[in-house]
């Protein structure tokens, strides 16, 4: 029975990211795709099912992938497991390491400081290697609760497109898991064995966005379906009844 439940969860897996990626146009023919590996379950499953759905004869696309190390932050990911992952998918794999360190008095906080050094080793490599896109990990409860985070602290609408043009139109970052939950990834991951990072990074508890996953899952509580009806409310938008 488990292996027939595996299989029908897997199937509807694929089914979404391949629908995500019809929908927004993601993935063209001929494209060569970085994906970003972090090391956590949701880019491990988001390279391995890029990976797999590119042996299909009817796509057209490679992938490569990229994992950037950071230095100066006391967590630990198990880069021989990321590498032998890679070599079952016959995917390329390119390791960068940066440092995060934060300026005294910038006002910057260390997640957004990593993240933004993170993501521009990312376009870095793109750029070498000739791809004109990159893939994120990022799922619809990323976005919901990225969207929360714009509300309640910037004072705008705003969340994580499933596809965004960048630098002029030369270069896309994509988000083919953005029909998918957490609880998805976190099955997936638990169906292949994923290994999980050795050391968490130790800002994650203490963030505005792990504080908006709290309030989500109080949220929950008297309204189950809060987190569907917040990722429809970002396509519905009805402007003649806002101010």
């Known amino acids: 029975m488990g292996n027939k439940e595996e299989k029908l969860f897997m199937r509807e897996f694929f089914r979404k990211a391949g629908k995500a990626i019809y929908d927004y146009n993601m993935i063209e ?86 993240s933004w050094n993170r993501r521009k080793a990312l376009f870095e490599i793109a750029k070498e290697w000739g791809c004109m896109k990159l893939a994120l990990g990022h799922h619809r409860d990323d976005a919901v609760e990225s969207l929360l985070m714009s509300m309640m602290f910037n004072g705008t609408m705003a969340s994580m497109p499933p596809k965004l043009a960048m630098f002029d139109g030369t270069f896309t970052l994509i988000r083919p898991f953005i029909y998918i939950t957490n609880a998805e990834t976190t099955q997936y991951a638990a169906y292949r064995n994923f290994r999980k990072q050795k050391k968490l990074c130790p800002h994650e508890r203490a963030t505005n966005r792990d504080a908006v996953r709290r309030l989500l899952q109080e949220m929950e509580t008297f309204s189950p379906h809060v987190r569907n009806n917040l990722f429809a409310a970002m396509k519905n938008i009805q402007q003649e009844y806002l101010p």
């Open 29 to 114: 023919e001929g494209e060569k795709i970085l994906v970003g590996v972090s090391g956590g379950k949701d880019s491990l499953a988001l390279l391995e099912v890029l990976a797999l759905r590119a042996r299909d004869p009817k796509k057209h696309y490679t992938v490569v992938a990229a994992h950037i190390a950071v230095e100066n932050v006391v967590y630990e990911t198990d880069h021989i497991y990321i590498q032998e992952l890679c070599d079952r998918l016959g995917v390329e794999l390119i390791v960068r390491t940066v440092n995060t360190e934060v300026e005294e008095n910038s006002g910057k906080p260390a997640c957004f400081v990593c």
